[in-house]
């Protein structure tokens, strides 16, 4: 019997935890020189864009999951596959925030960016226990309401 969908989604997975952990590696080796501060039109296009990148992934995993629940002929999904959905999508998430959390933000907008990135955090920490609850709560409202306020329009959680 064949296991594509699980092979595919730990692929996906291993590919974007790599990604992540070459996020600001530059050819520089000095910790004290930093990357110069964006301005909030960079800050939000580059922002948008991890956003829909990783909230797209996770929109493909869903789907993922659902096409198999429809094949199995069952109603409801099982615990261990919602949990298994809900811990990719918690992946996902958890991909946004480092890699917001990368980029530079323009000064004044620092505070508020850190906010967006600790309730982010914050939601993450509490969803850990029960992943499988984010597929049945609005555990990230908070913040995604700091993220569209803050003009992060694709950054719905």
Same mark, same amino acid.
Not at 17 to 32: F, T
Not at 58 to 77: H, N, R, T
Not at 84 to 113: C, F, H, M, T, W
């Given at each position: 019997?064949?296991?594509?969908?699980?092979?595919?989604?730990?692929?996906?997975?291993?590919?974007?935890?790599?990604?992540?952990?070459?996020?600001?590696?530059?050819?520089?080796?000095?910790?004290?020189?930093?990357?110069?501060?964006?301005?909030?039109?960079?800050?939000?296009?580059?922002?948008?864009?991890?956003?829909?990148?990783?909230?797209?992934?996770?929109? &493909?995993?869903?789907? =993922?999951?659902?096409?198999? %629940?429809?094949? /199995?002929?069952?109603?409801?999904? #099982?615990?261990?596959?919602?949990?298994?959905?809900?811990?990719?999508?918690?992946?996902?998430?958890?991909?946004?925030?480092?890699?917001?959390?990368?980029?530079?933000?323009?000064?004044?907008?620092? &505070?508020?960016?850190? =906010?967006?990135?600790?309730? %982010?955090?914050? /939601?993450?920490?509490?969803?850990? #226990?029960?992943?499988?609850?984010?597929?049945?709560?609005?555990?990230?409202?908070?913040?995604?309401?700091?993220?569209?306020?803050?003009?992060?329009?694709?950054?719905?959680?």
């Amino acid at each position: 019997m064949r296991r594509t969908c699980p092979n595919k989604v730990t692929t996906a997975l291993v590919t974007a935890i790599a990604l992540v952990l070459n996020v600001g590696c530059g050819s520089s080796n000095n910790p004290e020189e930093t990357s110069p501060a964006l301005t909030k039109a960079q800050f939000l296009k580059r922002g948008n864009e991890i956003c829909e990148k990783r909230l797209e992934e996770k929109d &493909d995993v869903v789907k =993922a999951a659902v096409k198999k %629940l429809a094949a /199995s002929g069952q109603k409801e999904a #099982s615990k261990q596959l919602q949990q298994e959905v809900g811990e990719s999508v918690l992946s996902s998430y958890r991909l946004i925030a480092n890699e917001l959390g990368s980029l530079e933000p323009p000064a004044q907008d620092k &505070d508020e960016i850190e =906010a967006l990135i600790t309730t %982010l955090e914050d /939601s993450l920490d509490e969803a850990d #226990s029960d992943p499988s609850s984010v597929l049945s709560t609005e555990i990230f409202g908070e913040a995604a309401e700091a993220g569209r306020s803050y003009g992060l329009d694709t950054c719905n959680f």
